[in-house]
């Protein structure tokens, strides 16, 4: 349920941006460099019956590759990305797992200006998912670490406050739903 009302919040911010604010000039150009600082909310790591410890915080880093596309209002960036989080597996009593999580890989994503101020964008993520476990209590063998690659689609926007300084909200398939933060230009 609460999933259902954040998505609806951000798409409706989102298409109230897209229809409301006059066009601008390209926010995200050859040459820029952006770093996203943010928290995720929920985690796709983990699975039933896992209590979040500590939720997705994340950093991001993008730089222009490309620009002047589609009439001037698109471009092309790369960058790497960097996350962190902890869950827990309770059995009764108090005995159970902790699991921690670190992503790291490279990232790939289209900017298209649809509104002044507003950087939109969608990418691909090829994170590779480190994974630690320790027990508490007596909870039986320890389980596999599996760590693996994980390819994350996300789709996002930059509501620029300054000509350096954003709001950012992602979303994604992959590592969380929603990641939300700030991000800083130079």
Request: glycine letters at 16%; charged letters at 15%; a positive charge.
């Amino acid at each position: 349920m609460k999933k259902n009302i954040i998505l609806k919040v951000v798409f409706s911010f989102l298409f109230y941006l897209t229809f409301n604010l006059g066009m601008n000039a390209q926010l995200f150009s050859k040459g820029d460099r952006v770093i996203n600082l943010g928290i995720g909310v929920p985690s796709y790591l983990g699975g039933n019956g896992y209590e979040t410890k500590l939720p997705l915080i994340s950093g991001s880093f993008d730089y222009g590759l490309f620009d002047g596309l589609l009439e001037e209002k698109a471009a092309i960036g790369v960058g790497g990305y960097l996350g962190y989080t902890a869950n827990r597996f309770k059995y009764a009593g108090n005995q159970g797992y902790d699991f921690s999580y670190l992503i790291i890989g490279p990232r790939a994503s289209f900017h298209y200006n649809f509104v002044d101020k507003l950087d939109t964008y969608a990418g691909l993520l090829l994170g590779c998912n480190i994974v630690s476990s320790s027990s508490y209590g007596n909870p039986g063998p320890k389980p596999d670490n599996g760590s693996r690659l994980i390819p994350a689609l996300y789709f996002g926007g930059r509501y620029f406050l300054t000509d350096n300084i954003a709001g950012f909200a992602e979303i994604g398939f992959g590592i969380s739903l929603i990641d939300v933060g700030v991000s800083f230009k130079f």
